[in-house]
């Protein structure tokens, strides 16, 4: 059993920057592949960025955040984070941190655990 708590969230204006953290609980978080997915009002829940250990650390991202955004994990404290930087306002969402058994995947419904999610708001 996973559980997975959001935090980091707030209002920046264009071009700022935010860090987001996914707080794990469970002692084999570190084996499972952790994903960010956003969903902003009216639209799908959309695959953000994830990572898997496999030897190092793998990343993927969508092409939307390509460049803007770093996901990383510290595992001595159960932590994923999402280091967003050039923000945009279409990047305004609720972001949620999700984890599932590798590999990284980036259809929502496939992933079994997930965080509550915390707001991100970019204003012009």
């Known amino acids: 059993q996973v559980q997975l708590v959001e935090s980091g969230g707030g209002l920046v204006q264009a071009g700022g920057s935010l860090r987001l953290s996914c707080a794990a609980s469970?002692?084999?978080?570190?084996?499972?592949?952790t994903a960010w997915f956003r969903q902003a009002p009216g639209k799908e829940r959309e695959f953000v960025a994830g990572?898997?250990?496999?030897?190092?650390?793998?990343?993927y991202y969508a092409n939307s955040v390509k460049g803007r955004f770093t996901i990383s994990r510290d595992n001595a404290k159960n932590t994923v984070y999402l280091q967003m930087n050039s923000l945009k306002p279409e990047d305004t969402a609720v972001y949620y941190c999700?984890?599932?058994?590798?590999?990284?995947?980036?259809?929502?419904?496939?992933?079994?655990?997930w965080g509550q999610g915390t707001q991100v708001t970019v204003s012009s």
């Open positions: 990572i898997r250990w496999s030897g190092s650390d793998l990343t």
């Open positions: 999700a984890a599932r058994r590798p590999p990284v995947v980036v259809t929502a419904l496939q992933y079994e655990y």
């Open positions: 469970g002692r084999t978080f570190s084996s499972y592949a």
